[in-house]
């Protein structure tokens, strides 16, 4: 069975930082993009980043410029590395892989969550 377990959160002070790491075992094929979701009390889940096979990464305007993925391919590993952190980062953040089915078709593997938590 697949499995995603994420791994890094915890409480952390304004301008701290924060990596977060994603372990994927079992069977996956076909991986499109590797990534990182958050969803904070009461909204909605946001898309934070996400990296390609080919090492192409995007970003939540939120984010960019303080935030950095990673993926390591021989421990089928992904990371969030999360610099100055800010209050409104708070959130559980969720590894995702999303891989290819057909067009227009993808399927989505999600890990259990891991709390950030930036706080004075």
């Known amino acids: 069975q697949v499995q995603l377990v994420e791994s890094g959160g915890g409480l952390v002070q304004p301008g701290g930082s924060l990596r977060l790491s994603c372990a994927v075992s079992g069977s996956i094929f076909n991986i499109f993009t590797m990534g990182w979701y958050r969803q904070a009390a009461g909204k909605e889940r946001e898309k934070v980043a996400a990296?390609?096979?080919?090492?192409?990464?995007n970003y939540a305007d939120a984010v960019k410029g303080r935030f950095t993925i990673s993926r390591d391919n021989a421990k089928n590993t992904v990371y969030l590395q999360m610099n100055s952190l800010k209050p409104e980062d708070t959130a559980v953040y969720y590894c995702n892989v999303r891989t290819y089915v057909a067009d227009m078709t993808n399927r989505d593997y999600w890990g259990q969550g891991t709390q950030v938590t930036v706080s004075s």
């Open positions: 990296i390609t096979r080919g090492s192409i990464r």
